[in-house]
């Protein structure tokens, strides 16, 4: 089946540094992905949806200087959490749709992120 | 806008114990619904879907039913294993205006003991 591999699954980073977060579709090609953070024993929030080719969409309040997406081929796309502050600390998750038009979604298994 | 509410867990149940997660929903229109699994250290599952009123999705031994009338999506398993435990999570998307933007719920931690 799909898969989509994230990377790394873990990182801590000092305050003020800028951290990229990789997803990947590794079996299939993902024109659209959505980006998405999760607060601890809260639900995924969506923070923006990309388009390989094309300036991510972002959701209401997500600051889009803050969050860099990058989708720049059909397998691959990065979130960088730029200057990283520690209330950015997060477990952020992606998921990969197929351009195949059965509306599919797989989840990458999440990135956290710790801002000392 | 659209909202997913789900109960809070976690809940703790002994194996082949009954297993019920309520979830309620507001949406303009006619949504599609799902339940997504996430089992430790793991990426979003989907579990199982139901994209119109009265439809009912089913998958490893769980169900739940779309009802528009009462705007809910309850998963259900008769008899739960070990292996159960996992969050789920409820969600819904406004498909096919909105392509395959999901709304979650809060999901709701499940632990089965044997």
């Known amino acids: 089946g799909a898969v989509v591999s994230q990377h790394p699954s873990w990182v801590i980073c000092k305050s003020g540094t800028s951290v990229k977060i990789e997803c990947r579709s590794l079996?299939?090609?993902?024109?659209?992905m959505f980006w998405y953070r999760q607060f601890p024993k809260q639900s995924l929030m969506l923070m923006a949806t990309?388009?390989?080719?094309?300036?991510?969409?972002?959701e209401q309040g997500v600051e889009k200087d803050k969050f860099l997406i990058n989708h720049a081929s059909l397998t691959l796309s990065t979130l960088t959490v730029t200057s990283a502050h520690p209330e950015d600390s997060s477990f952020y998750i992606c998921?990969?749709?197929?351009?195949?038009?059965?509306?599919?979604?797989?989840f990458g298994a999440g990135s956290r992120l710790t801002v000392l | 806008g659209n909202s997913v509410t789900q109960m809070e867990g976690p809940v703790t149940l002994s194996e082949e114990a009954f297993l019920t997660i309520n979830c309620t929903y507001t949406?303009?229109?006619?949504?599609?619904l799902f339940w997504y699994v996430q089992y430790p250290g793991e990426g979003l599952q989907l579990l199982l879907k139901?994209?119109?009123?009265?439809d009912k999705g089913s998958n490893k031994g769980f169900e739940a039913t779309y009802r528009k009338e009462t705007t809910s999506f309850h998963l259900e398993k008769g008899s739960v294993q070990v292996s159960d435990s996992a969050v789920y999570f409820c969600?819904?998307?406004?498909?096919?205006?909105?392509?395959?933007?999901?709304?979650f719920g809060g999901g709701t931690r499940v632990l089965v003991k044997p």
């Open positions: 998921s990969a749709e197929t351009g195949d038009g059965a509306n599919v979604l797989t």
């Open positions: 079996d299939f090609q993902a024109t659209t």
């Open positions: 949406a303009t229109g006619y949504p599609s």
């Open positions: 139901a994209t119109k009123a009265d």
């Open positions: 969600a819904l998307s406004k498909l096919p205006a909105a392509g395959n933007k999901l709304t």
């Open positions: 990309s388009n390989e080719g094309s300036k991510a969409t972002y």
